[in-house]
């Protein structure tokens, strides 16, 4: 019984496996047929088409053997035509033959460019199949470079290898050209050197105390614009000299009383004096005649001449401030330039001065001479003012006239009767560098505003003293 039992169940085990296969064979021939039906049509569909390229073929084949007879009995059959015709005709086969060899050359370059291509593709595969068995990685193809990237990559490195070298050669000419450049800097720092030595040399300066030429340039300049504002300061002087002589020759020449003398204005008056004529007490007291008039005239323009004047002085003394603030500036900047190059640093820093002796590291570095000049200049004493009178006919010195802060100038004690005779003006004050720096001392604001209201007070004075001379002369009248 057991035998029977697990006989049939193999029978049964058979019997399903043999049914499966069945199945699948079945299922098999099903495809075959419908694989073998698409080949039927296909093939039906080919030998038409065959027949068809063939009856083609057949047509073309019996229309090019009728022209070739037709040709062939234009050229052998006629043998009546002339040379010519018979030519022409030779070269239209020739160019019946040659148009089919190009064709069929071209349908040659055709198959070899399309076989060229599958060749490239087997070739990309194969390498591309050689690389995973060597490599064991299936994402290899996408690393994988084709032949023509190749060479785009090695133009590339080819390209980039001559700029380098270009650059290279490039960057060899700027080195030399450096070199060239720091050559000669340092032949025009000797040079400058050198020149500063003798410079110093020819000057007699000290050893350790080298002159700069720049400085030397800058302090001319300063000079300059100095000289040139004395020359008008001198100017100035000159035309009030004129005018104080011929107030003088005025004077002497007149033939007046002395009241008249000593009311008569010539254009020179002391402050006492106009104080003593505007005086409310003898105000009233000026008698009603046109000599009073025209001496209080002259009075007003005598004031007037004196504004002018100090007006004058006080565009000399702010143009002499314009050119001290450029010397500063000039000076500032000069020591700007030492402290970024080193050579200069500010008092109690660190950072000390450099000198390319080392022998002389212990000595004290000298003062510049510009420093010391300006050090100089505000210790330099001025000469005390004077009253800026005239008196018996006495001319005053420019230290008289400049007492409220004009501009100086040394007159010679020698001066003739022109006020200009063979040194006239004291040249020693324009020569020496200490006198030079010697500026006048410039008026405080005090001074200023005191000054404008004296002459403002003066001035209310002078026309409420012509205001009531015109009324005392009315009723006369």
């Given amino acids: 019984t057991r035998r029977e039992m697990t006989s049939s169940k193999r029978s049964e085990s058979d019997w399903q496996g043999l049914v499966s296969e069945f199945l699948i064979c079945k299922r098999k021939l099903e495809s075959k047929k419908e694989a073998l039906l698409i080949l039927s049509k296909e093939l039906d569909t080919c030998q038409q088409e065959r027949d068809q390229y063939k009856l083609m073929a057949n047509q073309l084949r019996e229309r090019h053997q009728g022209l070739k007879k037709k040709y062939r009995e234009l050229i052998d059959g006629d043998p009546t035509l002339p040379p010519e015709k018979r030519n022409q005709v030779n070269l239209a086969q020739l160019l019946r033959d040659s148009w089919e060899r190009s064709k069929q050359l071209a349908e040659e370059i055709k198959e070899l460019n399309q076989r060229l291509a599958e060749a490239q593709g087997d070739n990309k595969l194969l390498r591309m199949t050689i690389a995973k068995q060597r490599l064991g990685d299936e994402e290899v193809g996408a690393r994988h470079f084709p032949a023509h990237e190749r060479e785009d990559l090695v133009q590339q490195l080819e390209k980039a290898r001559e700029q380098n070298e270009e650059l290279e050669h490039n960057l060899k000419a700027a080195v030399d050209e450096l070199q060239d450049v720091k050559a000669e800097r340092t032949f025009y720092q000797e040079k400058v050197n050198r ?187 001025t000469q005390p003012p004077k009253d800026n009178r005239i008196r018996n006919g006495e001319i005053p010195s420019r230290n008289q006239q400049t007492a409220d802060g004009g501009p100086q100038t040394l007159l010679s004690p020698q001066a003739g009767p022109e006020g200009n005779s063979k040194g006239g003006i004291c040249t020693d004050a324009l020569v020496p560098s200490e006198r030079m720096l010697a500026l006048p001392p410039s008026p405080t604001a005090d001074e200023i505003d005191r000054r404008g209201a004296e002459i403002v007070k003066m001035t209310e004075e002078l026309a409420a003293a012509v205001l009531e001379c015109t009324e005392m002369e009315n009723p006369t009248e």
Avoid at 263 to 288: F, H, I, M, R, Y
Avoid at 292 to 297: E, G, H
Wanted: glycine share 4%; net charge positive; with cysteine.
């Fill in 195 to 381: 020149l500063n030595l003798e410079l110093n040399h020819i000057l007699g300066g000290h050893e350790n105390r080298i002159i700069d030429v720049d400085a030397l340039c800058m302090e001319n300049r300063y000079l300059h614009e100095r000289f040139k504002q004395l020359q008008e300061e001198v100017n100035l002087l000159k035309t009030n000299v004129m005018k104080y002589k011929s107030a003088l020759e005025r004077r002497k020449n007149s033939k007046m009383n002395s009241k008249s003398n000593s009311s008569a204005l010539t254009g020179v008056l002391s402050a006492k004096q106009v104080q003593e004529l505007l005086s409310e007490d003898n105000g009233c007291s000026l008698p009603a005649t046109p000599q009073s008039i025209s001496d209080l005239k002259s009075l007003a323009t005598a004031l007037l001449e004196t504004i002018h004047e100090k007006n004058m002085v006080i565009q000399h003394q702010r143009q002499t401030n314009k050119i001290l603030g450029n010397r500063v500036a000039e000076l500032e900047k000069k020591l700007k330039t030492l402290e970024v190059s080193g050579l200069w640093s500010l008092p109690g820093g660190r950072d000390t001065i450099s000198l390319n002796d080392r022998a002389l590291s212990g000595i004290q570095r000298p003062r510049s001479p510009l420093l010391e000049l300006m050090e100089q200049q505000p210790q330099l004493k």
